[in-house]
């Protein structure tokens, strides 16, 4: 079984400009989640999907922070503009039911 | 107050140590825990559920006190292998988020 896919893995941008992440996930998972990871720390919660409903965006920020799951399958997260804070790994995640929940290799930012 | 706290460590012991790692949760609302582990540079896995009767799976073994609101990790018979970052991780509600803690980094040396 395909696991869950993002795009792409490694960017570099100045700050101020903006950035796009895409994610995949596992065939027939309703739920989606974005996590920002920043280094040393555990998974935040951005964002959580329910098919193409949000159910919780509480810790995303909204001035700078974007996330679109149309037709209820991929996901697209933006940011922009891009501050040198938002240097993290962003980890996309779905899951078919309950809590097991699969993790995507994550996207890779770095804010110069 | 962070919603899941884990000592960072790290945790250097040699192979074939017992190594048990501590986590607290401030939320006393949360109902299901988990064990994620982390290897750097990769993605976190589940390795495993906590449930109130303690549960084992091979050399690790995962407890929880809901009155004191702290969970637990052991592992036995340490391996080289086992070198991570392990997650505490509690959530509130079936299909709900998942609150992270910063995690604990394990080194195993020869």
């Known amino acids: 079984e395909a696991g869950v896919a993002q795009s792409p893995r490694y960017k570099i941008i100045e700050k101020r400009q903006s950035v796009a992440f895409w994610c995949n996930p596992i065939s027939g998972h309703a739920t989606l989640y974005w996590y920002q990871q920043i280094l040393g720390q555990g998974p935040k919660l951005l964002i959580q999907?329910?098919?193409?409903?949000?159910?919780?965006d509480s810790q995303l920020p909204k001035d700078r922070f974007s996330a679109e799951r149309l037709k209820g399958v991929d996901s697209t997260l933006k940011i922009q503009p891009a501050k040198l804070e938002d240097s993290a790994v962003y980890l996309c995640?779905?899951?078919?039911?309950?809590?097991?929940?699969?993790f995507g290799e994550g996207s890779w930012l770095t804010v110069v | 107050r962070k919603e899941v706290e884990q000592d960072p460590g790290p945790f250097n012991v040699p192979e074939g140590a017992t190594v048990a790692f501590n986590c607290t949760y401030s939320n006393s609302a949360s109902q299901s825990f988990f064990w994620y582990r982390q290897d750097c540079r990769k993605e976190p896995k589940l390795l495993m559920s906590v449930y109130s009767s303690g549960n084992e799976d091979g050399r690790f073994t995962a407890q929880l006190n809901r009155a004191s609101q702290y969970i637990s990790l052991l592992i036995r018979d340490s391996k080289l292998s086992d070198s991570a970052t392990y997650l505490c991780v509690a959530s509130y509600n079936q299909g709900g988020k998942l609150i992270f803690g910063q995690g604990t980094e394990l080194s195993v040396k020869p």
């Open positions: 999907f329910q098919n193409n409903g949000v159910v919780d």
């Open positions: 995640a779905s899951s078919p039911r309950g809590h097991t929940i699969y």
